[in-house]
């Protein structure tokens, strides 16, 4: 499981950012749309990683 942060974006939208993968940011009207798209954005990049046979950050969170 990753960290996830959550914050108000524009137009009442909710950011969510995983900072143990950089640049995995995305955004919803909801909270619950942010979090689901943040999710998929987190295993789309782990797989590319992969099949790219290159190393997955490590979660840095405790």
Do not use: F, H, W
């Not at 969510?16 to 942010?34: D, F, N």
């Amino acid at each position: 499981m990753r960290e996830v942060i959550l914050y108000p974006g524009l137009d009442n939208y909710r950011v969510a950012e995983c900072p143990s993968l950089p640049g995995r940011i995305s955004q919803g009207e909801s909270k619950e749309v942010a979090i689901t798209n943040i999710k998929e954005a987190i295993k789309i990049y782990i797989e590319a990683l992969e099949e790219d046979n290159l190393p997955v950050p490590v979660e840095n969170s405790i």
